[in-house]
């Protein structure tokens, strides 16, 4: 049939092919990240100091799978829990620093290469991470802001090269695409780690997602391109529906305007949903598995699996709130800034009401797991409110928008391990209670204000400068 402005068929297409590419790229990325997490729990020695004559974890440990005895090659350290702390936020230092500049260098030298070697960069130093390990923690601590530098990017230059490759309709979809990858990535390489952590040892865990990263660096560097024009091998037709489809959506050609976008309310409002957000996310992606360990007592082959599905839930609801909010959007007509609050607060508020219940479940770990997940799915509702909001506000910027509200939303990845780790000297339940607390009054605080302050339209400082060219 009759295709409206004759669609090229998603199917086989050049930009299906990038999205799969870059989402394999994002579960690159975040399997490097998170991956840390989990060997944190192998690579300190068990014989912490127990409180009371029980095991190290406060709940009874869960011996039902019977545990066979392991070897560890692997060397063991002994840090404190505020070295922790500091370990594991150390990678979002990094992070943090290239944010803006990569969302301003992609427009300036091209994305794909900016993506590419921000990647490659995570890569290297990953593979380097079990010698600056044995070299004492300021090493690994360099090592891991290192890896932020590199991983800092590569969002902002996804979000640039999606720019000039995805058809306004088809936005949601394609971005949905990318990000999925991200999720699966933490989903997959939390219990993947551990079980390289149980059959193997830590090091391994390093060397195995690295190699991964390799091959993705090869198969980018082959086959992706920075615009659908520079692509040798797109269907023409492919390529004038993309091209034609952008017209009149981009032109950035001239100044950025700075003051208009930094004194805009509506990005405001985006910063603090995302960084209050990013406080619960980071809190848990970084700790669940040590409060797994020391709180609820399961081994790290369960916590593996056992950490990863608040992920997959989170994964799930994304992708099924994007396909409801473009039917909300387009078949019930419902304004953008509607359906972009409502998703937002069930978002937010959502996950912090779970998050407290999960603290007051005692040792009940069927309970605690139910509710983290709960928790963590809910969180996943927001990535079609305040999450995609940038490119309904100034579609021309989105890559530097999103490269100011994310460097905001850095900030809880490295402030909120190390508080929490501070607040948890003793590892009781009463201490993990006051971190769950802390998370969920942040949370509310940005539901609150992003319902005040969202907005759902193009904002008029980015459409009068893509009029007029500058």
């Known amino acids: 049939g009759r295709r409206q402005n004759n669609a090229a068929p998603a199917c086989g297409s050049s930009r299906y092919g990038l999205a799969l590419l870059s989402s394999l790229g994002f579960f690159v990325v975040y399997s490097l990240r998170v991956n840390l997490s989990v060997a944190m729990v192998d690579m300190l020695n068990s014989t912490r100091p127990a409180t009371g004559n029980h095991s190290s974890s406060i709940c009874p440990a869960h011996t039902d799978p019977a545990r066979p005895t392991r070897h560890h090659p692997a060397g063991v350290y002994s840090w404190d829990s505020e070295t922790q702390g500091w370990i594991?936020?150390?990678?979002?230092?990094?992070?943090?620093?290239?944010?803006?500049?990569?969302?301003?260098?992609?427009?300036?030298?091209?994305?794909?290469?900016?993506?590419?070697?921000?990647?490659?960069?995570?890569?290297?130093?990953?593979?380097?991470?079990?010698?600056?390990?044995?070299?004492?923690?300021?090493?690994?601590?360099?090592?891991?802001?290192?890896e932020g530098i590199g991983e800092g990017v590569t969002f902002p230059s996804m979000y640039a090269m999606w720019a000039a490759w995805a058809p306004p309709l088809e936005r949601s979809r394609l971005l949905t695409i990318s990000y999925i990858g991200a999720q699966l990535g933490t989903v997959i390489s939390l219990p993947l780690s551990g079980e390289i952590c149980f059959y193997l040892d830590w090091t391994y865990v390093f060397y195995v997602f690295?190699?991964?990263?390799?091959?993705?660096?090869?198969?980018?560097?082959?086959?992706?391109f920075d615009t659908p024009d520079s692509h040798p091998r797109i269907s023409e037709q492919e390529r004038l529906y993309i091209t034609s489809s952008l017209k009149n959506e981009l032109s950035t050609?001239?100044?950025?305007?700075?003051r208009a976008i930094?004194?805009?309310?509506?990005?405001?409002?985006?910063?603090?949903?995302?960084?209050?957000?990013?406080?619960?996310?980071?809190t848990l992606l970084t700790l669940l598995p040590t409060y797994m360990n020391d709180v609820l007592g399961f081994s790290i082959q369960q916590n593996g699996l056992l950490s990863a599905l608040p992920y997959l839930g989170c994964a799930v609801m994304a992708v099924l709130s994007g396909q409801l909010a473009d039917y909300l959007r387009e078949t019930c007509l419902y304004?953008?800034?509607?359906?972009r609050k409502c998703f937002s607060i069930v978002g937010m508020i959502g996950p912090a009401v779970f998050l407290v219940a999960a603290g007051y479940t005692g040792c009940n770990y069927v309970l605690a797991v139910t509710f983290l997940t709960v928790s963590s799915a809910l969180g996943g509702v927001s990535a079609s409110g305040f999450n995609i909001n940038h490119l309904d506000i100034a579609p021309s910027?989105?890559?530097?928008?999103?490269?100011?509200?994310?460097?905001?939303?850095?900030?809880?990845?490295?402030?909120?391990?190390?508080?929490?780790?501070?607040?948890?000297?003793?590892?009781?339940?009463?201490?993990?209670?006051?971190?769950?607390?802390?998370?969920?009054?942040?949370?509310?605080?940005?539901?609150?204000?992003?319902?005040?302050?969202?907005?759902?339209?193009?904002?008029?400082?980015?459409?009068?400068?893509?009029?007029?060219?500058?």
């Open 253 to 258: 050609s001239g100044r950025i305007p700075w």
């Open 210 to 224: 690295g190699a991964v990263g390799l091959v993705w660096f090869v198969l980018w560097a082959f086959l992706a």
């Open 335 to 339: 304004r953008t800034v509607t359906v």
């Open 88 to 146: 594991l936020g150390s990678f979002f230092y990094g992070y943090i620093l290239t944010q803006v500049p990569g969302g301003y260098l992609s427009g300036r030298y091209g994305p794909k290469w900016l993506l590419g070697f921000g990647v490659l960069s995570t890569v290297v130093f990953t593979l380097l991470t079990p010698t600056a390990a044995d070299l004492g923690p300021g090493y690994l601590i360099g090592v891991r802001v290192l």
């Open 262 to 282: 930094l004194t805009s309310g509506p990005l405001w409002a985006i910063v603090v949903a995302h960084f209050s957000y990013n406080w619960t996310f980071y």
């Open 397 to 470: 910027y989105a890559g530097i928008l999103l490269g100011i509200t994310n460097t905001f939303a850095t900030i809880p990845g490295m402030v909120g391990p190390v508080i929490a780790r501070a607040l948890t000297k003793q590892n009781t339940i009463e201490e993990w209670q006051s971190v769950f607390y802390i998370a969920a009054a942040i949370n509310l605080f940005g539901a609150a204000f992003y319902a005040l302050m969202g907005r759902g339209a193009v904002q008029p400082w980015a459409v009068h400068a893509a009029a007029h060219g500058d």
